[in-house]
């Protein structure tokens, strides 16, 4: 018998592949879903036990999906803050911020990591949207000096209670006071990256921003050899934690009909700087005149899920459609269905008794806190 030819996963050349494709399907990954036009692995086995190797140990995860765009030049602060309404004045160079990319409507067209290189240049960490044409046509009639483009980077996500292990394992001990929501430039024996203490798991975590795609598996093979003694698994990003901590998706939880004031993230929009934004009139009327909705947890009755909703489920009050269930998956430690919800206002108090209409019949949802767990971010801020 010869040696088994590898099977070929593919959608033609339209749907790019990251640097880190060929050592995920080596590794494991037999699922791809398709974000920001590129493969992502969703699937190494065991959704749940991805999630305990998150929790109890580190997995690695390819997020080259999250695509970079890049903002440099003489007026680069001015524009990166046309984007966003969060402050960015007190943005330090080497600091990372969660920012809101709002339009004219004020409505959410990315919830993006912004990261600042240099004085002058930025980068923005995508969520899954074609912010680089939004941020090229803002540009060209903004009368601003910038550079907007996509650089050759492609992150790897280092996430669970062992990363910071792993990381002095591949670093050295100078990486321990590399503090949450910042970021440092290193060389690993040859290999160009931006290192930043974030990611997308609500645990100790660490990004790892790859500036040469030709480097991709060298960067993969070197990580998981420095985690072995650690029990690094491969693995995907986690539904079951990221429901938990409350962290959105876009096109899920928020899409550009959605408002930060209907998600609760106040804190991200200062309408009181002089700085003008994209969104700005219409945000200060949205904050005026209160919201119709909101995002809330809430907790379904009945046995374990299956697996995450594949659609938006309706939630009823009375009979009558009161919003939809965004997000839902049975959380193995908490031994409940969890679930983010946008809800109307009316309805949006704790302890609410609403109906769940999912495909195999109608269940009781119950208003909860969110996040579902460690709502104070302890354990990623760590």
Same mark, same amino acid.
């Given at each position: 018998?010869?040696? %088994? ?42 959704? *749940? ?31 990166? %803050? ?12 080497? %600091? ?67 990363? #910071? ?33 974030? #990611? ?68 991200? *929009? ?18 005026? %005149? ?60 704790? #302890? ?8 195999? #019949? ?21």
């Amino acid at each position: 018998m010869g040696k %088994q030819e590898q099977k070929e996963f593919g959608f033609g050349t339209q749907i790019r592949k990251s640097p880190y494709f060929d050592a995920t399907v080596r590794w494991g990954a037999t699922g791809f879903s398709v974000y920001n036009h590129m493969y992502i692995p969703r699937d190494f086995g065991d959704p *749940v036990q991805n999630f305990w190797n998150l929790v109890n140990d580190a997995i690695l995860c390819d997020v080259a999906v999250e695509r970079q765009v890049e903002i440099s030049g003489p007026d680069a602060a001015k524009f990166a %803050q046309m984007l966003t309404p969060r402050d960015l004045s007190k943005c330090a160079v080497g %600091q990372c911020k969660y920012v809101l990319i709002t339009n004219a409507d004020g409505g959410i067209l990315n919830d993006p990591i912004l990261l600042r290189l240099e004085e002058n240049r930025f980068w923005i960490s995508l969520a899954d949207s074609d912010i680089l044409l939004w941020a090229q046509g803002v540009a060209v009639n903004s009368g601003l000096d910038v550079q907007i483009r996509e650089p050759d980077v492609s992150p790897l996500q280092l996430q669970g209670p062992k990363s #910071g292990e792993i990381m002095k394992a591949l670093f050295g001990d100078s990486i321990t006071d590399l503090r949450y929501y910042w970021l440092r430039e290193y060389d690993l024996d040859g290999i160009p990256l931006i290192v930043s203490r974030t #990611g997308w798991s609500s645990e100790l975590g660490y990004e790892l921003y790859l500036q040469d795609s030709s480097k991709g598996d060298e960067l993969w093979e070197k990580s998981m050899a420095a985690g072995a003694p650690f029990g690094l698994k491969p693995g995907h990003t986690s539904s079951i934690r990221r429901i938990e901590g409350g962290m959105l998706s876009y096109h899920a939880d928020m899409d550009i009909n959605t408002n930060p004031y209907e998600l609760g993230l106040d804190r991200l *929009v200062e309408l009181d700087m002089e700085a003008e934004f994209i969104g700005k009139a219409a945000l200060k009327r949205i904050r005026e %005149q209160g919201v119709s909705r909101k995002q809330v947890g809430v907790l379904i009755d009945g046995p374990a899920l299956s697996g995450p909703n594949t659609k938006f489920w309706t939630l009823e009050n009375e009979g009558q459609s009161v919003g939809k269930v965004t997000s839902a998956i049975f959380s193995p430690r908490l031994e409940k269905n969890i679930a983010l919800a946008m809800v109307s206002a009316d309805v949006a108090e704790i #302890g609410t008794t609403l109906e769940v209409d999912m495909p195999n #019949g109608k269940r009781t949802a119950t208003v909860v806190e969110r996040p579902f767990f460690d709502p104070n971010k302890k354990i990623a801020a760590g």
